[in-house]
């Protein structure tokens, strides 16, 4: 894969979980104040799933650049 795709992934990897930390925060927050609207107690699940797909990509990333550098060498 392309070397700037994937650091963009790992950027926006990185911004999402700061998104989703920061969501966390103001539920609990307005938790502590009574109950909270349900767009704010949903809030956090869009940068959850988008954390999960950029995870896990992340996470096999390694192993296709090996499977990758298997296939293209040639065999003896």
Known sequence: MNT???NGI???HRWLSIAFT???IANFIARAQGE???WLTYAPLLPLALLLLSG???FVLP???KWRTRKAQPAV
Request: proline share 6%; aromatic share 12%; glycine share 0%.
């Open 22 to 24: 920061l969501s966390v």
């Open 4 to 6: 700037s795709l994937n």
């Open 63 to 65: 192993y296709l650049n």
């Open 56 to 58: 896990l990509y992340l």
């Open 36 to 38: 909270p609207t349900a």
């Open 10 to 12: 790992r950027q926006a």
